[in-house]
């Protein structure tokens, strides 16, 4: 009996789990060429933002395709995010950067947050994704 008490309310904190993800669309414009992947990084970490994608909560990954496109996001708890958009046009995994750290391949950040001696601040790029179907736009 206390197995199939435990199995239960596995089942409904699961359940319960499952009910609280959403999905959205991460629409992306001024991509550059067809080269590579672009990614989207998912941060809930200040620290983390926008540099250390190895400590992004979920990443996104697909073909280029110039121009427009939208990227279907499933399974996203919701709850407040920082994105990155990286364009990684030679699909060597890593964001390339110059001698002093600026990018050289296309980025993007949510809120269109833009730096000021250094990368955007998280607090400058956090956006609220409670609802499915959610929309979030930005220009690379």
């Known amino acids: 009996m206390k197995k199939i008490i ?19 669309v991460v629409s992306l414009t001024n991509i550059s060429s067809n080269n ?20 992004a909560v979920k990443v996104v990954s697909v073909k280029a395709t110039k121009g427009t496109t939208q990227i279907p996001v499933e399974g996203l708890a919701s709850g407040n995010y920082a994105l ?7 699909n060597d995994g890593k964001i390339n950067t110059n001698f002093i750290g600026i990018p050289k391949e296309p980025m993007g950040v949510s809120n269109g947050a833009v730096g000021k001696m250094g990368p955007p601040k998280y607090k400058d790029a956090v956006i609220s994704l409670k609802k499915n179907g959610e929309v979030v736009s930005i220009r690379l």
């Open 6 to 24: 435990i199995f239960a309310v596995s089942l409904l904190v699961a359940i319960a789990a499952k009910s609280q993800s959403i999905n959205i």
């Open 36 to 55: 590579g992947t672009v990614k989207v990084y998912f941060f809930t970490d200040a620290d983390a933002f926008p540099t250390k994608i190895n400590q």
């Open 84 to 90: 990155a958009i990286h364009h990684d046009e030679n």
